[in-house]
């Protein structure tokens, strides 16, 4: 166990190329959970928490970690389980998602494995809209499921998604109204938020729920038109998703002559630890860290079109 938790911190300063490093857990009871290793920032046996009025039900209190006061989400609770009772054996990881940094509670953690993407796949079918995942795998004959943390995160803390009054008095598209913006991202949570700031530009919107879906769609509107931007303005993509991940759905697109002149505007969970020379080796045109409405408009008005 303290190998796992000494070699978080060295993990998470990886970025891979397709390949995802998986930090696996339990909640309440055999079935494993991932997280990805890149989010992570430390992981620890759960300390005494500090209860304060007026905290949402699924936060279990805040724990005083290296000077900073964290909010403790009890994610068996968050994902319609039991509560994690005995919280002396319990830990916290610690993860950053959208630009803050939150405890998540879990009952066991068990090590790290090194995968590709391409073994993550889809939720099944069937899973419906109460679905907490956003990709599942395989691992030593186990199921694996990965969360979606952005929608409990959402439902704790719901994020404002509306551009402001000031930059949307900016923005101009009228020399693109004949354009769409695409939206590559696994999270059903995430696609709606971007896609409720970008209905601002006054552009129709078309998504993907992985970077492979993404690409074989991007690929059948060249085949149609010629050329990708014909027809899309920009791509707005995160980076983790099953299948293919968002550098490689960028590599992908500038390798393809047909697509290689679409702008790509990479947009993450990954807020603190990212690579962004990585960013710059794939092509990838802007990097955006979730979620901040204004900030996304803005960089999607500056990269539409083939001219910018």
């Not at 696609?191 to 492979?212: D, F, M, P, S, Y």
């Amino acid at each position: 166990m303290s190998g796992i938790l000494d070699s978080v911190n060295q993990r998470t300063q990886l970025v891979g190329q397709n390949r995802l490093e998986l930090l696996l857990f339990r909640l309440n009871g055999r079935q494993r959970f991932g997280i990805n290793v890149f989010k992570v920032r430390e992981v620890l046996q759960c300390p005494a928490l500090t209860s304060m009025p007026k905290l949402n039900p699924l936060v279990r209190g805040v724990a005083h970690i290296r000077g900073q006061t964290i909010s403790v989400i009890d994610l068996s609770m968050a994902t319609g389980g039991r509560r994690i009772e005995d919280l002396k054996t319990a830990f916290i990881v610690i993860a950053e998602y959208n630009r803050s940094v939150q405890g998540f509670l879990v009952g066991a953690v068990e090590r790290i494995i090194n995968t590709n993407w391409d073994a993550i796949m889809p939720p099944p079918q069937g899973t419906g809209r109460a679905s907490y995942l956003t990709a599942v795998t395989e691992v030593e004959g186990e199921l694996v499921e990965i969360l979606d943390v952005e929608k409990i995160l959402n439902e704790i803390s719901p994020l404002n998604t509306e551009v402001s009054a000031e930059v949307a008095s900016t923005l101009d598209t009228e020399a693109y109204k004949d354009k769409i913006i695409f939206i590559a991202d696994d999270s059903s949570v995430a696609r709606n938020q971007v896609k409720r700031a970008l209905t601002t530009l006054g552009l129709e919107i078309e998504v993907a729920k992985n970077g492979l879906e993404a690409l074989k769609r991007l690929k059948e509107i060249a085949a149609e038109t010629g050329d990708v931007t014909d027809k899309v303005g920009v791509l707005v993509s995160d980076i983790e998703m099953p299948e293919m991940d968002g550098y490689t759905l960028t590599a992908e697109i500038k390798n393809t002559p047909e697509l290689k002149n679409l702008h790509v505007v990479l947009h993450t969970s990954l807020s603190g630890v990212f690579n962004q020379a990585m960013v710059k080796k794939v092509g990838a045109d802007d990097f955006i860290a979730k979620f901040h409405p204004d900030e996304l408009a803005s960089a999607v008005q500056k990269w539409l079109g083939p001219d910018q």
